[in-house]
């Protein structure tokens, strides 16, 4: 099983490796969702969407099926 940003738990920082899906928006990419790039799950939403994040200093806030086309590598 591969990890993803939906994966996460609240706390954990980790690089993102690959996005597996043309469905991420474009605005996503825009604010710095890239490979390369570290990620902190920072909260979940009641009913486990949206996934607030932390990408690169960048507040954002993203669904869960987008964030399961997401591949990471946590960072311990």
Known sequence: MNTTIA?????Q?????EITSDIVPLKLLEMG???GN??????IA????PLYLN?????????KEI??????????
């Not at 009641?46 to 969407?49: E, K, L, M, R, S």
């Open 67 to 76: 964030a399961a086309h997401i591949e990471v590598q946590i960072i311990k």
């Open 13 to 17: 920082r980790a690089l993102i490796k």
């Open 46 to 49: 009641p009913f486990q969407c």
């Open 7 to 11: 994966t996460l738990k609240k706390g």
């Open 38 to 43: 570290e990620v902190e799950l920072l909260q």
């Open 55 to 63: 990408i690169n200093g960048s507040h954002l806030a993203i669904r």
């Open 33 to 35: 969702c890239l490979p």
